[in-house]
Nanobody, 112 residues
Framework: QVHMVESGGGLVQAGGSLRLSCTVS????????MSWFRQVPGNERDFVAT????????VYADSVKGRFTISRDNAKNVVYLQMNSLKPEDTALYYCETGAYRGQGTQVTVSS
């Protein structure tokens, strides 16, 4: 059974930072690409970042490039999203995905 549990969200002022974590079990984590998406109620989900199985390749949405960093620890089955210089428009439910699986998400709220 696949479990994906996000944590690290919260309320932060604009310009602040948060580090999200996603702990994964039930898949061969070290061989899977991992991604972060975000969604605001009433909107479609938006791609945020993705990282290859070995961490060698990362891709970011233009809206977060230079501010967010995705990384992974294959020994711990965890993928991270370091978010710096946060903006109010970054407010959303953030969740990690691999293949057909996704977690429940963690809420990030950025106040102006």
């Amino acid at each position: 059974q696949v479990h994906m549990v996000e944590s690290g969200g919260g309320l932060v002022q604009a310009g602040g930072s948060l580090r999200l974590s996603c702990t994964v079990s039930g898949v061969t984590f070290s061989r899977d690409r991992m991604s972060w998406f975000r969604q605001v109620p009433g909107n479609e989900r938006d791609f945020v970042a993705t990282i290859s199985w070995d961490g060698a390749t990362t891709v970011y949405a233009d809206s977060v490039k230079g501010r967010f960093t995705i990384s992974r620890d294959n020994a711990k089955n965890v993928v991270y999203l370091q978010m710096n210089s946060l903006k109010p428009e970054d407010t959303a439910l953030y969740y990690c995905e691999t293949g057909a699986y996704r977690g429940q998400g963690t809420q990030v709220t950025v106040s102006s």
